[in-house]
């Protein structure tokens, strides 16, 4: 019963620190985006430009509709991003 109970808070604060630590495709710049593991500078560049021209993110899985991001690379860092509260920004055109 114990060890359950454990494993059960054990898990719970995995989880908790995993969305503390998640990058925020809407707010990280180039140096954010290559800290997560299967981002390097082309790729971060690619979100900053995609985020530039189309607005923010609505969810982590609009990430695949950037260059470079098919399944693979989508599974490799979908657990550290997330995309914060999505605020309504005119995309420049």
Same mark, same amino acid.
């Given at each position: 019963?114990l060890k359950r109970w454990l494993g059960g808070i054990l898990l719970s604060l995995f989880v908790a *620190? !995993?969305? /503390? $630590?998640?990058?925020? +495709?809407?707010?990280?710049? !180039?140096?954010? /985006?290559? %800290?997560?593991?299967?981002?390097?500078? =082309? =790729?971060?560049? %690619?979100? +900053?430009?995609?985020?530039? #021209?189309?607005?923010? &993110?609505?969810? *982590?899985?609009? /990430?695949? =509709?950037? =260059?470079? &991001?098919? #399944? $693979?690379?989508?599974?490799? *860092?979908?657990? %550290? /991003? %997330?995309?914060?509260?999505?605020?309504? *920004?005119?995309?420049?055109?």
């Amino acid at each position: 019963m114990l060890k359950r109970w454990l494993g059960g808070i054990l898990l719970s604060l995995f989880v908790a *620190v !995993q969305a /503390l $630590a998640a990058v925020d +495709l809407n707010r990280a710049g !180039q140096a954010e /985006l290559e %800290s997560v593991k299967g981002i390097g500078p =082309k =790729k971060a560049k %690619s979100i +900053l430009e995609y985020r530039e #021209k189309n607005g923010p &993110f609505k969810t *982590v899985d609009d /990430l695949a =509709k950037v =260059k470079g &991001f098919g #399944k $693979a690379s989508m599974a490799k *860092v979908r657990a %550290s /991003l %997330s995309v914060g509260e999505v605020v309504a *920004v005119e995309p420049k055109k």
